[in-house]
């Protein structure tokens, strides 16, 4: 079974779309986050969730905004796709926000706007 | 199946030289990644490898096989600041990403 899945795998759309970018996860955990990879594959933290607290990124437009419909569930949605939104976006889970908890990671979903 | 193994846990002492190593089996390959992962913090990148060999970055090294899928991270002379978890992370297909669950290294005085 996969511990963290995220659908689409690959998303391709139109400028000045919207779209949303699933993410689950079947371990348990508390905490779950979304990152983007750069063209330098260098990994940015988005968004950290737990179901006491969001923590944003300052530097994250406001057009992406996480759902959570459940502790199992982080939903990444993106307003007003740009093209440089173009990336892949990595979900990750762990049990808590801080200490030496495991990260677990999704397979990525490539968005490319055109 | 596809499938990362790598250590859970290591521990090595200051100034010395660690290999932390990473086995895969997956139905395809484009590259292999290494990122460094302090704990609370997002994942450091420090290598990408898509040909066998050995590519060094200062004091890390990450080696490849595709033969034998197989690869390493060399870190020499040590450092306290280099404790923390090590992910590899295996790219079968073009954007389409597995991770390893990651080597959490200690690093003692």
């Known amino acids: 079974d996969t511990a963290v899945s995220q659908t689409p795998k690959y998303l391709v759309t139109q400028m000045g779309n919207d779209k949303s970018i699933k993410c689950e996860q079947n371990?348990?955990?508390?905490?779950m986050y979304w990152y983007k990879q750069d063209s330098k594959k260098f990994l940015k933290i988005m968004f950290s969730?737990?179901?006491?607290?969001?923590?944003i990124n300052e530097t994250v437009p406001n057009r992406f905004s996480p759902k959570s419909p459940d502790k199992a569930h982080l939903n990444l949605h993106i307003n007003s796709l740009e093209l440089g939104d173009s990336a892949v976006y990595f979900c990750?889970?762990?049990?808590?926000?801080?200490?030496?908890?495991?990260?677990?990671f999704g397979p990525g979903t490539r968005l490319l706007v055109l | 199946g596809q499938n990362i193994d790598q250590p859970t846990e290591m521990t090595a002492t200051e100034g010395a030289i660690v290999q932390i190593n990473c086995t895969y089996q997956t139905s395809g390959f484009n590259g292999l990644f290494w990122y460094q992962q302090h704990a609370g913090e997002a994942p450091t990148f420090l290598s990408y490898n898509v040909l066998d060999g050995l590519e060094e970055k200062g004091r890390f090294s990450s080696f490849l096989s595709r033969s034998k899928g197989y690869s390493y991270l060399l870190l020499k002379e040590l450092q306290m600041k280099d404790s923390a978890s090590y992910l590899c992370?295996?790219?079968?297909?073009?954007?389409?990403?597995?991770f390893g669950t990651g080597t959490r290294l200690k690093v003692l005085a």
């Open positions: 371990l348990g955990h508390d905490t």
């Open positions: 969730y737990n179901n006491k607290e969001l923590i």
């Open positions: 992370a295996v790219e079968p297909f073009p954007y389409k990403y597995i």
């Open positions: 990750a889970s762990s049990q808590e926000t801080s200490g030496e908890e495991t990260q677990y």
